[in-house]
């Protein structure tokens, strides 16, 4: 099959090259260029950005072929990249226009701006801004890249900018510094050794890091953006924290805590909850209450308005089945204290019917962290507001112990049908399972 090659409208970073474009090279969904390629189990290759809008829309087919997807796992397409970045790269150097443009557009040389960060009594937060700019430029080789984080230690650079006490560094230098680390995270053509650079080089002062990124959530002029990354290097800083005292300086901080509730109640322009903004939140959330902190830490979490913002989660039709998951362990978690028990509970109507209506969406962990809760306040501790809002989970508390639960998941399921039994004087009176039953005579 002859591949053809066609005139297309040109994503920004190839505005100026008036060439024509290998139909292989364009995103199905978008027709643009495509900045990072990533394959499907179908095989189908799509730009990042636009696949993953289509599977964040809750769609559960590949685009192109409508076949349904055993997995959302994106795989990143190295080698098309690679042909890709050397078709850009060829194309630019016949237009001069194109190539005027890129040089004009950074100042610095990229060590020097490495420089520019590391100086004392310097704001960093230009020469970040220019960073971002550079490892976001899909013309700049990834070995360069590769090799200004490696061997021109712009990782750790970096990185100590958020190690800085407040009075050494502003609120915007410490956004740009995340910004950056943000961008080599999320970067597939950036080596797994760098990225482990960077949580390495945060996890050496977990508390001052852990302080800078609630100062970008709070004071930041990012915007959303900007505190989704800060979430994200959070959690990132959780799971390297070097002992148990550095993961307890990230899961006991306050003014952390605070911040990651507050993004979990971030609403769009729609007025429904942002998906991004509430999926970072629950994780980095979910990450401190699996923690060695998590029992100092989940009593400030409950006191901060954890529970209505993991319930508000579970009812959105916004919040996706990972994002469930862990809304219903951060729920899990504050049911193990006194606090937690009476939040969820005071609000059993709603709390109650949302956790027993996600318990089979969300995959086995997140399906026995729901019988967790209802497990602690409909039996361990006999809530009968609880246990009343608690109808209807029959069914899918079988459907559990059919599905291979673990050991003490089927236990705690089959106390609650226990307590549904009791309720309904009969396991048949309490099965809703609208069926007709045709008797044979």
């Known amino acids: 099959m002859v591949r053809k090659e066609t005139a297309m409208r040109l994503a920004p970073q190839h505005q100026g090259l008036e060439v024509k474009i290998p139909s292989f090279f364009r995103c199905p969904i978008s027709l643009d260029v495509m900045r990072s390629p990533v394959s499907l189990c179908t095989g189908v290759t799509y730009d990042r950005a636009s696949i993953q809008r289509w599977l964040d829309s809750g769609n559960t087919t590949c685009p192109a072929t409508m076949l349904p997807l055993r997995s959302t796992d994106l795989v990143p397409n190295l080698t098309l990249r690679s042909l890709i970045a050397h078709w850009a790269a060829s194309a630019a150097s016949c237009s001069p226009t194109a190539a005027a443009g890129a040089s004009s557009a950074r100042t610095s040389s990229p060590a020097s701006l490495v420089r520019q960060v590391a100086s004392a009594g310097v704001d960093p937060s230009p020469a970040l801004r220019e960073l971002a700019a550079y490892l976001s430029d899909d013309d700049v080789d990834d070995f360069e890249k590769n090799a200004l984080l490696g061997a021109g230690r712009a990782a750790e650079t970096v990185a100590s900018v958020l190690r800085r006490r407040a009075e050494e560094t502003s609120v ?234 673990s050991p003490a998941a089927r236990q705690m399921a089959l106390e609650l049908l226990k307590i549904y039994r009791v309720n309904a004087k009969s396991c048949l009176a309490g099965y809703d399972s609208k069926t007709t039953h045709i008797m044979p005579f």
């Open 172 to 405: 915007d230098g410490a956004e740009a510094a995340t910004r950056v680390l943000a961008k080599i995270l999320a970067s597939d053509g950036i080596d797994d050794t760098n990225k482990k650079r960077v949580a390495t080089n945060l996890a050496a002062d977990a508390a001052a890091c852990a302080a800078s990124l609630a100062r970008v959530m709070q004071r930041g002029s990012g915007g959303l953006e900007a505190r989704v990354d800060a979430a994200r290097l959070a959690e990132l800083l959780l799971a390297n924290a070097a002992d148990e005292a550095a993961k307890a300086a990230v899961a006991e901080s306050s003014e952390l805590l605070a911040e990651l509730v507050r993004l979990v109640g971030t609403v769009d322009e729609k007025g429904a909850l942002d998906r991004n903004a509430v999926d970072a939140g629950l994780s980095c959330l979910a990450a401190i209450c699996e923690s060695g902190s998590r029992r100092a830490a989940r009593g400030e979490m409950v006191r901060l308005g954890a529970v209505p913002a993991a319930v508000r989660a579970l009812r959105a039709t916004t919040t996706g089945p990972g994002a469930s998951a862990k809304a219903l362990r951060v729920l899990e978690s504050a049911v193990g204290c006194t606090e937690g028990r009476a939040a969820l509970c005071g609000d059993a109507e709603d709390a109650i019917p949302a956790v027993v209506g996600r318990m089979m969406k969300v995959g086995r962990d997140g399906a026995e962290a729901a019988v967790a809760v209802l497990w602690a306040v409909c039996h361990r501790y006999r809530d009968r507001r609880a246990a009343a809002a608690a109808e209807g989970g029959l069914t899918r508390l079988l459907l559990l112990m059919q599905s291979g639960c």
